[in-house]
């Protein structure tokens, strides 16, 4: 089991932000978290991360209990793709991702030709080797966040957090990552994600976790979790699911505007 979550809750000063989650996430799985503006699902990731540890519960990755791990023994277990990030790294491409692979040097030592190795594996494994000696501020954001994946990669974690790692990127760019990150799903990492489009949940996901009122309201298949019903109550807002292609696909649409036109 790649992450089990037991009677998570967490708050920030006096105000609960998670209450009482418990989830299991199991190997090879991609699975996007739903919920509206300032639910929680930051949070939920910095918990798992270990970013916020003040949370009262048990978060166990990979089999080991959260709060037994060092900071070195946690990024051998879970790598994390912020939100979109403004660039600091002046660096070469291959520099960005030759950072992540530490995790295994002893300490103060560099990095190696095995390292090396690594990160240009990464590189080319996400298909962006061609960018290794561009400089990172200089590659288009779409660039940057596959970077970043490849960054994820070299790290070498079973398990790899994401959040909204499609925010800023345009439509191609958005669905190569998504399809990027299906496959590497496929190949048995874990993926934990959030996003704020339901469609890529269908698209994208083999489960789908819903976060309202820092409740855990739904987890499962996404044809199963993602209703009418669900979206409209989540975002106040009239949606209704529709298939597509023999129901290979679904896709929301909110229908007050259709009925307006
Ligand atoms: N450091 C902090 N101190 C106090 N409150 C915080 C802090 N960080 C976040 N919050 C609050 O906790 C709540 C959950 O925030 P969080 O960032 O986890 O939401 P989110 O679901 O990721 O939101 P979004 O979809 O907008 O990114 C929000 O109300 C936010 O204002």
């Given at each position: ?12 000063g006096s ?6 989650l ?5 190997d090879?799985?991609?699975?996007n978290?739903?919920g ?10 910095r ?10 519960g ?6 080991k209990?959260?709060?037994r791990l060092s ?38 030592a ?14 080319a494994?996400i ?5 290794a ?6 590659i288009?954001?779409g660039e ?12 070498n974690?079973?398990?790899?957090i994401m ?20 496959q ?7 993926i ?31 044809h199963?979790?993602i ?12 949606v209704?699911?529709n ?11 909110p229908?007050?505007e259709?009925?307006?036109?």
């Open positions: 089991m790649s992450i089990e979550v037991t009677n998570l809750s967490f708050s920030y105000r609960e932000i998670l209450r009482d418990t989830f299991s996430i199991p090879g799985t991609l699975v978290v739903l509206p503006n300032g639910v929680g699902k930051s949070t939920l990731f918990c798992i991360l270990g970013l916020d540890p003040g949370y009262t048990h978060i166990a990755v990979n089999g209990d959260l709060r900071i070195r023994e946690r990024a051998r277990e879970i790598s994390y793709i912020p939100q979109s990030h403004a660039p600091v790294y002046d660096y070469e491409v291959v520099d960005v991702v030759l950072m992540a692979t530490g995790n295994d040097l002893k300490m103060l560099t990095p190696g030709p095995a390292q090396l190795e690594r990160a240009h594996e990464a590189l494994r298909g962006i080797e061609h960018l000696h561009r400089t990172y501020t200089q288009s954001g940057q966040q596959l970077v970043l994946i490849a960054r994820a990669l070299a790290q974690a079973r398990t790899i959040d909204e790692p499609t925010s800023a990127l345009d439509y191609g760019n958005t669905m190569r990552v998504l399809s990027c990150v299906r590497l799903a496929r190949e048995g990492l874990s934990v994600q959030s996003t704020h489009n339901p469609d890529h949940a269908f698209l994208y996901s083999d489960a789908t976790m819903v976060l309202a009122e820092g409740r855990l309201a739904a987890f499962g298949n996404p199963e979790v209703t009418s019903k669900l979206i409209s109550e989540l975002y106040d807002l009239e209704e699911v298939s597509l292609y023999g129901d290979k696909v679904r896709v929301c649409v229908v007050r259709i009925e307006r036109s």
